[in-house]
């Protein structure tokens, strides 16, 4: 997000934000891949049953992989905002928050927190859709700053 971008009016809330298309493209190509290798699976006549077994079980193991990577996303409410990464979710109040940020070339929002540290959000990502990531972001900014401690000179 540009510096010099006007602020924008904070969402209503509860609020989701997630990268849907990627989420789409990941659950798509899970499901697709699935399905192919359990067919697969149950129609080459050579395998014994173990094997048509270990096929499903590793299509299922795959296809868990593309679910877990779909799983991020930000919901934030009029208390705060809960950060559902890959494997972690954690939960914040708006004063934790001091700023939103997505600059050139992130991969994935960054919070900068109170205690010193910073929170990749990977519920907002430029990747597939860059102009919703950076509405997204904007919108998020604008409810850390009407809500938090939020810092508004970036």
């Known amino acids: 997000?540009?510096?010099?971008?006007?602020?924008?009016?904070?969402?209503?809330?509860?609020?989701?934000?997630?990268p849907t298309r990627t989420r789409a493209v990941l659950l798509g190509v899970g499901l697709a891949m699935f399905a192919t290798i359990t067919a697969i699976a149950l129609l080459l006549e050579s395998l014994s049953p173990g094997e048509r077994v270990s096929f499903v079980v590793t299509a299922a193991l795959m296809a868990s992989v593309l679910v877990l990577l779909s799983r991020p996303k930000v919901v934030?409410?009029?208390t705060g905002v809960t950060v559902v990464n890959l494997t972690t979710t954690r939960r914040l109040?708006?004063?934790?928050?001091?700023?939103?940020?997505?600059?050139?070339?992130d991969p994935w929002v960054?919070?900068?927190?109170?205690?010193g540290t910073s929170l990749?959000?990977?519920?907002?990502?430029?990747?597939?859709?860059r102009a919703r990531a950076i509405e997204d972001a904007r919108a998020l900014r604008a409810l850390a700053e009407s809500r938090g401690t939020g810092a508004t000179d970036h």
């Open 1 to 18: 997000m540009s510096e010099s971008a006007a602020p924008s009016a904070p969402p209503a809330l509860p609020v989701t934000f997630r």
């Open 76 to 78: 934030a409410d009029e």
């Open 93 to 105: 109040e708006w004063p934790q928050i001091l700023r939103v940020n997505l600059r050139p070339g």
């Open 110 to 115: 960054f919070l900068d927190l109170s205690d």
């Open 120 to 129: 990749p959000v990977l519920g907002i990502q430029p990747g597939i859709a």
